[in-house]
Nanobody
Framework: QVQLAESGGGLVQAGGSLRLSCAAS????????MGWYRQAPGKDREFVAR????????YYTDAVKGRFTISKDKAKNTMYLQMNSLKPEDTAVYYC???????????WGQGTQVTVSS
């Protein structure tokens, strides 16, 4: 089992920044990749970004490229999402995810609310 705990959400004005953190615990050695999803009110959950846990390769959805940066600190078993130039449309609950193999997300955090005011 892997446990995930997000932190760092909050309320910010458009153009501002926030950094989300996701602390992983449990069977860390089994993780293949970690990532972030988000769900806005009335919308489906969508992929935001992912990072390979061993190699560090990253992927982003087009909507956040150039504004968000995903990173990790393996010594702290923690993943981050630095969000800059935030827009009201970034408002959502952000979920941390971890996958044990390519193409699967096996563990989800409880979510953290990000609200961007215009």
């Amino acid at each position: 089992q892997v446990q995930l705990a997000e932190s760092g959400g909050g309320l910010v004005q458009a153009g501002g920044s926030l950094r989300l953190s996701c602390a992983a615990s449990g069977r860390i050695f089994s993780i293949n990749a970690m990532g972030w999803y988000r769900q806005a009110p009335g919308k489906d959950r969508e992929f935001v970004a992912r990072i390979s846990w061993s190699g560090g390769r990253t992927y982003y959805t087009d909507a956040v490229k150039g504004r968000f940066t995903i990173s990790k600190d393996k010594a702290k078993n923690t993943m981050y999402l630095q969000m800059n130039s935030l827009k009201p449309e970034d408002t959502a609950v952000y979920y941390c995810v971890a996958g044990l193999s390519s193409g699967s997300w096996d563990y989800w955090g409880q979510g953290t609310q990000v609200t961007v005011s215009s």
